[in-house]
């Protein structure tokens, strides 16, 4: 089903549906990158351990290798705006109760674990939901500008939520995890306003779920440009999921405490929000195998850089330029599923992306905080400058890559 006929002709910025769910997920996201920060950081105080810190980032993300394909498939099935709001609520009663166990002194590791579990398990279902729904919310030629905004919600949450992620754990260890629990609450309200229906019409499902799976995995593969990507994403997320943690511990091990590390992911953040103004225009003007391999090479220096790096804000401000380049990546990447995908196959195909894309960040958590303890932080980013390096390599030469269509000769092409 197409976005509704209204949406056609408002402006993003009086679209009411598209400004609720936006609003909504701009606290909520706000919430989640305070605990991305709160997470390490109270492992570590707990512990000591880098590994440690790593297993409950392992089992955050976890959830992207188990739940992402039948995920999807359930996402086309069911009402996805029932998907967003249980996902909400079950997110703010996780995260509320690591706030209560450390009021009364009882928080394990292994709690820590199985709340941060469960909240990747709920996210998976949100986002995924969360994405489908967008074409039926904006007009077709409106989507690569909601999606900019979209990454600039997210990367404007990394430039206000790392800071204050830093500074409430600075006063009390709980106070992140009882803001993210409200965060939620917030974007579970706003979204029982969304009056637009998140998903066409469909017919009474008679497949089975396996059948439903394996029509989107056979769908993608088919697109030979998208199956690179995927891949090529799989392997630069395993980078950059790696890196926030050893930056945590490189910083601590230059004399940092939780508010300054903070203040140094709010470069990130700030990147990342330049990079979110400046991705429609770059899907405009530049080819996507510009783009892909391109970046794919600046990731790489930046990578072996940080090494370098002599204090926390020169870190910070490393990694922010890198994130300005992350956005109109992603901007560009989405235009090009938009494009190609029709509303029926959207939850399915997005989760088999996001399988292969974000199937690396678990091991990613994992290997991160062992090289941590091994060998160090600052010999671990050379580790990672490496991976990047072969990426780019890689990008360079993949003919799906380099002879890759322009948007505008897709979006007319029948789904």
């Given at each position: 089903?197409p976005?509704?006929?209204?949406?056609?002709?408002?402006?993003?910025?009086?679209?009411?549906?598209?400004?609720?769910?936006?609003?909504?997920?701009?606290?909520?996201?706000?919430?989640?990158?305070?605990?991305?920060?709160?997470?390490?950081?109270?492992?570590?105080?707990?512990?000591?351990?880098?590994?440690?810190?790593?297993?409950?980032?392992?089992?955050?993300?976890?959830?992207?290798?188990?739940?992402?394909?039948?995920?999807?498939?359930?996402?086309?099935?069911?009402?996805?705006?029932?998907?967003?709001?249980?996902?909400?609520?079950?997110?703010?009663?996780?995260?509320?109760?690591?706030?209560?166990?450390?009021?009364?002194?009882?928080?394990?590791l292994?709690?820590?674990?199985?709340?941060?579990?469960?909240?990747?398990?709920?996210?998976?279902?949100?986002?995924?939901?969360?994405?489908?729904?967008?074409?039926?919310?904006?007009?077709?030629?409106?989507?690569?500008?909601?999606?900019?905004?979209?990454?600039?919600?997210?990367?404007?949450?990394?430039?206000a939520?790392?800071?204050?992620?830093?500074?409430?754990?600075?006063?009390?260890?709980?106070?992140?995890?009882?803001?993210?629990?409200?965060?939620?609450?917030?974007?579970?309200?706003?979204?029982?306003?969304?009056?637009?229906?998140?998903?066409?019409?469909?017919?009474?499902?008679?497949?089975?779920?396996?059948?439903?799976?394996?029509?989107?995995?056979?769908?993608?593969?088919?697109?030979?440009?998208?199956?690179?990507?995927?891949?090529?994403?799989?392997?630069?997320?395993?980078?950059?999921?790696?890196?926030?943690?050893?930056?945590i511990?490189?910083?601590?091990?230059?004399?940092?405490?939780?508010?300054?590390?903070?203040?140094?992911?709010?470069?990130?953040?700030?990147?990342?929000?330049?990079?979110?103004?400046?991705?429609?225009?770059?899907?405009?003007?530049?080819?996507?195998?510009?783009?892909?391999?391109?970046?794919?090479?600046?990731?790489?220096?930046?990578?072996?850089?940080?090494?370098?790096?002599?204090d926390?804000?020169?870190?910070?401000?490393?990694?922010?330029?890198?994130?300005?380049?992350?956005?109109?990546?992603?901007?560009?990447?989405?235009?090009?599923?938009?494009?190609?995908?029709?509303?029926?196959?959207?939850?399915?195909?997005?989760?088999?992306?996001?399988?292969i894309?974000?199937?690396?960040?678990?091991?990613?958590?994992l290997?991160?905080?062992?090289?941590?303890?091994?060998?160090?932080?600052?010999?671990?980013?050379?580790?990672?400058?490496?991976?990047?390096?072969?990426?780019?390599v890689?990008?360079?030469?993949?003919?799906?890559?380099?002879?890759?269509?322009?948007?505008?000769?897709?979006?007319?092409?029948?789904?």
């Amino acid at each position: 089903m197409p976005a509704p006929d209204q949406a056609a002709t408002v402006p993003l910025r009086r679209n009411r549906d598209f400004l609720l769910l936006w609003s909504g997920q701009v606290v909520s996201t706000i919430g989640t990158r305070i605990t991305s920060l709160a997470y390490p950081l109270l492992v570590l105080a707990l512990t000591r351990s880098p590994a440690r810190a790593g297993i409950v980032g392992f089992a955050q993300t976890l959830p992207f290798l188990l739940l992402y394909l039948p995920a999807g498939a359930l996402v086309d099935r069911w009402n996805r705006k029932w998907v967003m709001l249980v996902s909400d609520g079950g997110r703010a009663l996780a995260l509320g109760s690591i706030a209560i166990a450390l009021t009364l002194h009882r928080l394990t590791l292994v709690q820590v674990a199985l709340v941060a579990f469960v909240e990747g398990c709920l996210f998976v279902f949100f986002q995924l939901a969360e994405t489908a729904a967008l074409p039926n919310v904006v007009a077709k030629h409106q989507l690569p500008t909601a999606v900019a905004q979209n990454q600039a919600r997210d990367q404007g949450a990394d430039l206000a939520g790392q800071p204050l992620g830093g500074l409430l754990f600075s006063v009390s260890q709980l106070l992140p995890f009882a803001f993210d629990a409200v965060s939620y609450l917030v974007s579970f309200a706003t979204m029982t306003f969304v009056r637009a229906p998140l998903q066409g019409t469909r017919e009474r499902v008679r497949t089975r779920l396996r059948s439903e799976i394996s029509e989107g995995v056979a769908w993608l593969w088919r697109q030979r440009f998208l199956r690179s990507i995927a891949l090529l994403v799989g392997a630069t997320n395993f980078v950059h999921n790696a890196l926030p943690l050893l930056v945590i511990v490189r910083a601590k091990e230059l004399g940092a405490p939780p508010a300054l590390i903070g203040v140094m992911f709010a470069f990130f953040g700030a990147g990342a929000l330049l990079g979110a103004l400046a991705g429609p225009w770059v899907q405009r003007h530049l080819h996507a195998r510009a783009v892909v391999i391109g970046w794919l090479w600046v990731w790489a220096v930046e990578a072996a850089a940080l090494v370098a790096m002599p204090d926390p804000i020169s870190l910070g401000a490393l990694l922010g330029l890198g994130s300005v380049f992350g956005v109109s990546f992603n901007v560009v990447v989405a235009t090009y599923r938009y494009a190609l995908v029709p509303d029926r196959l959207q939850g399915r195909t997005t989760s088999v992306v996001r399988l292969i894309a974000w199937g690396t960040i678990p091991p990613a958590q994992l290997v991160s905080g062992v090289l941590a303890e091994r060998i160090g932080a600052a010999p671990s980013f050379l580790v990672f400058a490496g991976v990047m390096l072969l990426t780019a390599v890689v990008a360079s030469v993949a003919p799906s890559v380099r002879r890759a269509p322009p948007i505008e000769s897709l979006a007319s092409e029948p789904a």
